[in-house]
Structure formats: C-alpha cells, structure tokens
C-alpha cells in the first residue's frame, strides 16, 4: 500500500465545505480513488482527497460571472472503494453507483482517479437511456484498443466511449501512429489549433459538438506549467484562459448534463495544483449550472 499521505490536518470530504444531504443536492459529487491501470506515475488513487482538501481554500463567489457556488446545491457523496480485483470489476461498480444517481435533474460530477473510470460512468447514461455527446478535453487521443495487455486501461478510454456515444476531442497533443490512423481529424480539436487561435476553435467547436453535451477532463489536457499533478503530463497544453475559455463557451452553448475531472495524482509540496483543480472545477459548476456570463 503506498504510504504517501497529502493530508496537514483532518480529512476532508466534502467539497469547499457544502454540506448539504444528497436528497437535497442539484450536483453530486462523486469522489473514485482508483489508479489500477496507471502506466507511467501512480497516484492519482490519491486526487480526490487532495482535491477536496485544496476546495476549502475556494471563494465560494466568483467574480467574473458575479455566482456563488453556494446557490449551486452541492453535495459530496462517500467514496466508491477500489476493486483490485480488475478494471472490468470496477467499471462494474462504478457503472452501478452512477446508474443508482441519475435522474431527478440532478448532475452528476465524478472525480477520479484515473481516465479509465469514465467508462463505466457512460455505461450507466446509456443504460438509464441518455442520448448525449462526448466532449474529450485531453492531451492524448486515448484510442488504443489494448494497452499491457488490457482493453480497459487509461490508455483505451476513448476507445471504450466510441463504443458507446459520439465524441469530439479538443486539446490532443499526443498520440501513437495507429491511433493517429483510426481518430476522425473532422472531430478534433488539436492543442496546437487552440495556441494558434482560440476564436476560430471555438467557432468550430460549435459546428461540431451536438447537444446535450457529457464533458470528460483529463487534466492533462492543462500544460504542466500551469498543473504538472497528473499521470501523465504533457508539455504543449492549454493555459488559464483557454480552458475556461472552451468551458465558458460550452456552459453557454449547450446543455451540460455532467462532468468528470480525472487523472489528478497529487504530489507532496505541489499544493498549488490541488487548488488549481478545484478551483477548474469551481468555474465549470459556475459555467454550466451557474448564473451564465455575458459573451
């Protein structure tokens, strides 16, 4: 068992300290600490309670949009226990849990954990009958079909979810020559794109994305510079105000029915991209079920 620990005092489990029962919540958070099939830096098993921990810093007003999050009706469910067991046993579970939370106009958020874990929260929109479109914001394709041996690796998400519903990709910097091969180009958004103009991404993003929409964010989709606490970072990716940027856009354009937030993995020290992941996440609320800015 690893024996970091990213805790200086009690733990936290809620976030930005909302306590409000889940019969009484709009958005339900959804923390999964599980990391089985991380290939390059474990730890992500860690990212919720770093994550959580870090949301008490939060400003619950946010002044662009003048929103609180306090009007949001957040609550933050118990943890889903890993099953070691493997991949196709957790995705199971998860696939269980989400299932069970549907419905009532509540939004789900689940927060990971590793990528793979997706997976099993779509299987659940599928089998309750929820017709959406995918918006993958991430540095990697994530088309595998296999990956050391398994078709449910962080690795293969995107091949899992093609299984399932349509996607678009935004943000892609790295891939292997036979994902490059089988992604359609007409449905990605590359990082490179996105650096050169932001406008036009956004503009074609619109011609692209259907509606409502299920927002997955890998977060390494961010530059390291900016949050280098991910599985697998990688360098070239999206600044501050391009990512709330496409979220803005999104929150506005569309009807947003949930989001994840996965591959954050917590370093000793790094406290900073603890807050910059729930301070992401405090800004998609706001975007996509707050008070809507002005264009």
Request: proline letters at 6%.
């Amino acid at each position: 068992m690893d024996s970091r620990s990213f805790e200086t005092g009690p733990r936290l489990t809620s976030f930005a300290g909302f306590d409000l029962s889940p019969e009484e919540a709009r958005i339900l958070i959804l923390p999964i600490p599980y990391d089985l099939t991380t290939s390059y830096e474990p730890g992500t098993r860690w990212g919720p309670s770093a994550v959580l921990q870090a949301s008490y810093q939060l400003e619950s007003y946010d002044e662009e949009t003048d929103a609180d999050l306090g009007d949001l009706s957040i609550a933050t469910l118990p943890p889903i226990e890993p099953v070691v067991s493997g991949p196709a046993q957790m995705m199971a579970v998860v696939e269980e849990a989400c299932y069970a939370l549907l419905g009532k106009n509540r939004r789900l958020v689940v927060l990971g954990g590793e990528h793979t874990l997706t997976v099993g929260v779509l299987r659940a929109y599928k089998r309750a009958g929820v017709n959406i479109h995918v918006l993958q914001l991430d540095a990697h394709a994530d088309l595998r079909e296999t990956y050391q041996g398994s078709d449910l690796s962080h690795a293969c998400v995107m091949a899992r979810v093609r299984e399932i519903y349509p996607f678009i990709q935004v943000g892609i910097r790295s891939l292997s020559r036979g994902e490059r091969e089988c992604l359609e180009s007409s449905r990605v958004i590359w990082a490179r794109q996105i650096h050169e103009d932001l406008g036009a991404s956004l503009r074609r993003l619109d011609d692209i994305l259907g509606d409502p929409v299920y927002i997955t964010c890998d977060l390494d989709v961010l530059d390291p510079s900016l949050l280098p606490s991910t599985g697998t970072p990688e360098p070239g990716g999206l600044d501050w105000r391009q990512i709330t940027r496409i979220l803005r856009h999104v929150g506005r354009t569309r009807t947003v029915i949930g989001l994840d937030f996965m591959e954050h993995s917590p370093r000793a020290g790094a406290h900073a991209a603890d807050y910059v992941t729930a301070r992401l996440m405090a800004k998609a609320f706001i975007y996509c079920w707050g008070i809507k800015s002005p264009p």
